[in-house]
């Protein structure tokens, strides 16, 4: 056992060059001047080991994402550079056939930089704004654990609390009276962050035995999220859903080759895997 305590800084300059962007049949090129940014980061990490087995640990850090130009929105705004403080404590065990984890985390994020489709001039593009500020905060935990030999199991969890604090002109898709669409702008402050549930778990296990001298093995993963939102406005929902994937590999004894048969998600449950507008309707 003992206490230990380890941490460093890191100095990170990033520059654009060459940006531009075009718009139009005529093919107007927009180019423009270089962009430099430049932090220092820090991080520093705290851990008491109990056990050769079981330590709790607690650590903060320091990230940024650099400053970049909107070429994809085709505008020539600078997103500026987001900022993260992140803290974490949490404890880990591995003995035996058991390991378990469970950490508690906390984001303050600082001019978050955010992508959303909007209209421009009815053509949908890809738009990265600042949202001024936003947090985040969470507990996750995984175990996993061998029930006999060649049986093993493990579940993990995870929930979350992800919202803008501020966010004063967030993409706002609206259906006109003559049946087109277009995007406005709208304050989504409070609003939960975009492609984030509250919840989300798997639960997986796995069995291995020998077969034709080589090896065989048969798995199977379920998992679960609750709803969440694909824009930061919270206009269009996936709600909660579950997948299972089972998968059969035989190993030749040589390691050399294998055979495999598998199903991402058999239960053919159905969801949005994105959400994308234009002046003729929202997919």
């Known amino acids: 056992g003992g206490f230990f305590l380890t941490g460093g800084l890191r100095y990170t300059r990033d520059t654009v060059n060459d940006a531009y962007y075009t718009v139009g049949a005529a093919r107007t090129t927009t180019t423009l001047p270089q962009l430099k940014t430049s932090r220092l980061t820090p991080r520093l990490v705290a851990r008491y080991e109990f056990t050769p087995d079981t330590n709790i ?19 020539n705004d600078v997103i500026k550079p987001e900022e993260l403080d992140a803290f974490e404590v949490g404890i880990k065990h591995a003995a035996g056939g058991l ?24 053509i949908p593009v890809s738009r990265i704004t600042n949202a001024a500020s936003s947090k985040m905060y969470g507990i996750d935990a995984d175990v996993a654990y061998r029930l006999a030999p060649g049986l093993d199991i493990s579940a993990s ?41 509250d919840f989300s778990g798997n639960l997986g296990v796995s069995y291995e035995t020998g077969l034709a001298e080589g090896k065989l093995v048969l798995s199977g993963n ?22 299972l994937g089972l998968r059969a590999e035989w190993t030749a004894p040589s390691d050399r080759y294998s055979l495999a048969i598998s199903g991402k998600n058999v239960t053919d449950n159905r969801y949005y895997t994105q959400v994308a507008s234009n002046a003729l309707g929202v997919a």
């Open 57 to 75: 640990y607690a650590s903060y850090s320091r990230g940024y994402k650099a400053a970049i130009y909107n070429v994809g929105g085709l505008v």
């Open 99 to 122: 390991r378990a984890n469970i950490a508690g985390w906390y984001y303050n994020y600082r001019q978050q930089q955010v992508v959303a489709g909007v209209l421009v001039n009815g």
């Open 157 to 197: 969890a995870a929930w979350s609390h992800n919202r803008y604090d501020t966010f004063e002109a967030a993409p706002l898709v609206v259906h006109n009276s003559n049946g087109s669409f277009s995007t406005l702008t709208q304050d989504a402050s409070g609003f939960r962050m975009l492609r984030s549930p």
């Open 222 to 243: 379920l998992y679960y999220t609750s709803s969440f939102y694909f824009d930061a406005g919270n206009q269009f929902r996936q709600g909660a859903y579950e997948t």
